[in-house]
């Protein structure tokens, strides 16, 4: 009895729990307290992507098996922390409905999900109600029965979504898929509207008396300003917008610079010498004098967190009304803002501030492209006045002090590109143009740091509740996966790298003007951790920065909106209602998840926008840049648009081998051929639509 019951212990497996995370391929990994357990297909029982699930370890010899397998497939991963594993049930689904093409033949209709992370077909179950669809449409589907390793998954059609080649159909997938809502609530449609129609029935503002030295050093629009002002006001206004006095800066020269196809301008700059002083004027569209706090438009934007910018369209926070007119700082336009006016000194500290609410009327809308061509040296902007002209010269020399500063206190430069693509009237991409931080971007971006920290720090002294923009340390074990690849590029004088911004600052400057530059920024950008919104500060490794908020852009970020209430309140010398300061650690959260479902979903959507763009180039020769190397082959970006793809292994010389210390493919003498960060020169020989994947051979 004793030895049976002995051996019965030892057959005993471990169990742990965690979420599921499905790969394109098929193979999945699962995080548990017990470290990462690495799963094949054949191992998954029926779960899908982001089910909760219980694991088990698989023993030595299954686990070899296994291993073998995962290296004949191409999955396997070079990784002591990976333990080989196998689903042994699912205790949380995820999915009650999933979205997926309908297929239908001889009567039998099988729903194919759109999500490649989802490997299993849905039967339609013939004796339930489904709404009439024809073959190809995409469909959603409610699941009433899930897979397991001797059934198939089905359900019934809840919605047909539309034809699968009809306009739109792209983005609106993928907003289902990540939660993302395209239609604002009723509510907070009509409150936008009474807010449209109340302010559009108000009187015009008076004119200015004040000069700009008066306004600027302190004096308030007066009674008779304050009145009218009201125009611009939601009747349901928090009591801290009344007590607090506007200042009249309509007299002062701001002008909002911004990409040509923006639509909403929620920030603003000025700049001044008064008295011999430089004064930096930050003005943000005053959006929390619209928006009531727990008011229909208010939960409409919190739960959205933030504005959805894809391709082919933008999802606002905020209804029209407000995001595009009321609260837009439009030229020629009285609006309502939310001033931080900093005294520099002559190396760009800050020597003095004041946050103040006001009302200004911006000059001009300026674009990057014509601020750049200013800057640098080309002949005079029409658009662009001798006053603005001047002030934006001096906002150059400043934002250059600014990075210099930030720099040498420990801020990470990680300088990267950004595609944006070009579509015709039907959405289809026509071009692709690339993104670099210019001077121009630079001098907003400078100006919008130094604002957003300055509330922070002042928030922080007062000890007011509030919400931060936080980045934590990068972890020591994700900087020591990284050191060995900066080492074999040849970005690392020792195999150690420390959790040094200074360190980490030093190689991205090394690698500038590169070709391996965007590599090596994103080899380093995969070892720190996320920024995230929070109620406590605990510093900004990114920024090096003593206090740090999102503070200067209300209209696209609800964080934003937040501190702008927070602040007005701790101005005024009130206290917040309780109901908000007992769920900023919940907004704070959701704003930090939804942030990342926002990334997310404009990464997919351009991705499928890229590889439609590139089927017409099949058979183009292409430069690209291997940013991967695996059993499966070279993982590469196009140079030109960023797009990426793959060299399949099976389509490299024979005789060349993968060897996963040094990542690359060396020949039969271990000589490296093809490495991490050599510029290639590819064909392009097919694109998958639906993955979106492209596949490249070396020519």
């Known amino acids: 009895m004793a030895r049976n019951a002995h051996k019965a ?18 193979y999945g990994f699962v995080d548990t307290p017990e470290g990462e357990f690495f799963i094949l297909p054949s191992k998954l029982n029926g779960a899908m992507d982001g089910d909760y699930v219980e694991v088990v370890r698989l023993r030595s010899l299954e686990a070899r098996r296994n291993q073998q397998r995962a290296e004949t497939a191409g999955t396997a991963r070079n990784s ?7 689903v042994k049930r699912v205790l949380v689904r995820k999915h009650q409905t999933i979205i997926g093409r309908l297929l239908i033949d001889q009567g039998i209709k099988v729903v194919q999900p759109l999500d490649p992370r989802i490997p299993y077909d849905i039967f339609i179950d013939p004796q339930l109600v489904s709404r009439p669809a024809q073959d190809a449409d995409i469909v959603l589907v409610r699941l009433t029965s899930w897979p397991s390793r001797l059934t198939a998954a089905s359900g019934y059609i809840e919605e ?8 739109g159909l792209d983005s609106e997938l993928i907003c289902r898929k990540y939660d993302i809502p395209c239609q604002f609530s009723a509510a907070a449609l009509e409150a936008a509207r009474e807010l449209s129609d109340y302010v559009s029935a108000g009187s015009e503002l008076v004119p200015s008396t004040a000069g700009a030295s008066d306004v600027l050093s302190g004096q308030s629009a007066g009674e008779s300003l304050e009145v009218r002002a009201q125009a611009l006001v939601s009747k349901a206004v928090a009591q801290p917008e009344q007590l607090l006095q506007r200042r009249d800066l309509r007299d002062i020269v701001t002008f909002t610079i911004d990409p040509i196809d923006a639509r909403d301008f ?6 001044e010498y008064v008295n011999g002083e430089l004064l930096l004027g930050v003005h943000i569209a005053d959006v929390s004098a619209y928006v009531e706090l727990f008011g229909a438009i208010d939960l409409e934007a919190r739960q959205r967190a933030c504005s959805v910018y894809l391709p082919d369209q933008v999802i606002a926070m905020l209804p029209e009304e407000l995001s595009n007119d009321l609260c837009s700082l439009i030229p020629d336009q009285d609006r309502l803002a939310f001033s931080v006016l900093m ?12 946050f103040f609410t006001s009302i200004i009327r911006s000059d001009c809308r300026l674009t990057y492209d014509a601020v750049d061509e200013l800057l640098q040296g080309s002949a005079s902007q029409p658009e662009i006045s001798s006053a603005v002209a001047e002030r934006l010269r001096i906002l150059d020399r400043l934002a250059r002090k600014l990075r210099r500063r930030r720099t040498a206190r420990g801020a990470i430069d990680f300088d990267t590109e950004e595609a944006k693509l070009l579509l ?8 692709v143009e690339l993104r670099r931080r210019t001077a121009a971007t630079s001098l907003v971006e400078e100006a919008m740091i130094l604002a957003n920290e300055q509330v922070a720090q002042y928030m922080m002294q007062a000890e007011a509740p509030m919400v931060y923009r936080v980045h934590p340390d990068p972890l020591p074990l994700a900087l020591s996966e990284v050191a060995k690849l900066l080492d074999l590029l040849g970005y690392l004088k020792s195999s150690n790298i420390t959790v040094q911004a200074t360190q980490i600052q030093a190689i991205l400057t090394a690698a500038q003007s590169s070709p391996e530059q965007a590599l090596i920024s994103n080899i380093l950008l995969r070892a720190m951790q996320r920024a995230y919104y929070a109620p406590e500060y605990i510093g900004h490794f990114g920024l090096g920065s003593a206090g740090y908020c999102h503070f200067t852009s209300p209209i696209r970020r609800y964080p934003d909106l937040i501190v702008h209430h927070l602040l007005k309140y701790q ?3 009130d206290t917040p209602p309780r109901e908000l300061t007992q769920q900023l650690a919940i907004i704070a959260e959701h704003c930090s998840e939804r942030e990342q479902a926002a990334e997310a979903a404009t990464r997919e959507a351009t991705k499928q926008k890229l590889a439609v763009y590139l089927m017409d180039q099949v058979g183009q020769s292409f430069t690209v840049l291997v940013n991967g190397v695996s059993s499966l082959g070279l993982f590469v970006q196009e140079v030109s648009t960023t797009a990426e793809g793959l060299i399949s292994r099976d389509s490299l010389a024979s005789g060349l081998f993968y060897d996963a210390e040094q990542y690359c493919y ?13 510029c290639l020169q590819v064909r392009l020989t097919a694109v998958d639509l639906r993955l979106s994947e492209l596949d490249f051979v070396l020519v």
Not at 9 to 17: C, E, G
Not at 80 to 86: D, F, N, P, V
Not at 266 to 271: G, H, I, K, P, Y
């Open 80 to 86: 002591s922390r990976e333990q080989l594993g196998a």
């Open 571 to 573: 101005l005024a010398g």
């Open 160 to 167: 047909v979504i539309g034809a699968a080649e009809q306009q």
């Open 266 to 271: 929620d920030d603003a700059l000025s700049v």
């Open 666 to 678: 060396s020949d039969q003498s271990g000589e490296p051929v093809l490495c991490l960060g050599q």
């Open 343 to 354: 005294t520099m000194n002559s190396d760009g500290s800050v020597a003095d501030v004041q």
């Open 9 to 26: 212990r030892r057959k005993t497996r471990q169990l742990s729990s965690g979420s599921l995370r499905l790969t394109r391929r098929g």
């Open 424 to 431: 015709d009237d039907n959405d289809r991409p026509i071009a």
